[in-house]
């Protein structure tokens, strides 16, 4: 499986409205107001509440900020998102503003989320910010998608092997991959009661397990698709990649199953 996308759609660089193009050479999206054909403000609050896909996003650009800037900052709510999406194009940018605490220490943070492609896990973020900041990464940068294949040997005997305890990010990466794989699912049937993690491993190509470039060997189980007559255990990979020149943080990963690669074999299942 090999892919390769822009760390920014191209096509987000045209005058989608009247006086916006400084806007959007500005990020200032984030606080774009109403809708356009191709521009859609969204508020969340008790009576909007966040869809569940929007909620991943959120926390997969504070991951990106904790990950860069070693701080434990935790989603507390979305407060609002703009969504950036062309014409006969399902994949969108999400602009997403929200507030995040450590502790009794309350942020309100910047991200922007781009899809690749729609209903597939290949993610970036090239915004990850307290908003204030004005730092965004690259435009326009050509970067290397790839997913590697299931290892022959089992990973989770010849890699590093990371606690959800001690990363809370590896929720969310079963997550994204299992939103991204059904979007029909709804987040009840996502929640602690229906997803457990059983083991991840991380192969960090000889950098140690606080790299920042790694590859992921998720096993966990999924009781929703048990209770519809699918598989119980399931197994994923995820590519977690950082350019430091151009700044943009992507994630990229997909489901496997047996009979998409006979090398699960080697998990002696």
């Given at each position: ?21 400084k806007l959007e050479k500005n990020d200032g999206l984030f606080d774009f107001k109403g809708s356009t054909t191709e521009l859609e403000e969204n508020i969340c609050d008790e009576g909007r509440p966040c869809p569940s896909i929007v909620l991943l996003y959120a926390r997969m650009g504070l991951h990106r900020y904790n990950l860069l800037e ?200």
């Amino acid at each position: 499986m090999a892919m390769i996308g822009r760390c920014q759609k191209k096509s987000y660089f045209r005058k989608i409205m009247g006086g916006s193009s400084k806007l959007e050479k500005n990020d200032g999206l984030f606080d774009f107001k109403g809708s356009t054909t191709e521009l859609e403000e969204n508020i969340c609050d008790e009576g909007r509440p966040c869809p569940s896909i929007v909620l991943l996003y959120a926390r997969m650009g504070l991951h990106r900020y904790n990950l860069l800037e070693g701080t434990k900052f935790e989603l507390r709510r979305v407060k609002k998102y703009v969504i950036s999406q062309d014409a006969g194009v399902a994949a969108a940018d999400y602009f997403i503003t929200l507030d995040a605490a450590i502790g009794s220490s309350f942020q309100t943070f910047q991200t922007r989320v781009t899809e690749e492609s729609f209903g597939f896990f290949i993610l970036r973020s090239n915004i990850a910010r307290i908003r204030g900041d004005s730092s965004a990464g690259r435009r326009g940068v050509l970067l290397d998608h790839s997913l590697p294949e299931w290892p022959a040997e089992n990973p989770f005997e010849n890699h590093y092997l990371v606690k959800e305890s001690d990363h809370d990010w590896i929720r969310l990466y079963m997550e994204l991959v299992v939103a991204t794989e059904d979007w029909s699912r709804k987040a009840e049937d996502s929640g602690p009661s229906k997803l457990e993690i059983v083991k991840v491993a991380m192969d960090s190509n000889g950098e140690g397990p606080d790299a920042i470039n790694a590859v992921f060997y998720l096993r966990f189980k999924d009781f929703y698709m048990a209770q519809i007559g699918k598989a119980l255990d399931r197994f994923a990979i995820v590519r977690r990649r950082f350019d430091e020149v151009t700044g943009c943080f992507s994630l990229v990963g997909s489901e496997v199953t047996a009979s998409m690669d006979s090398q699960m074999i080697a998990l002696h299942l």
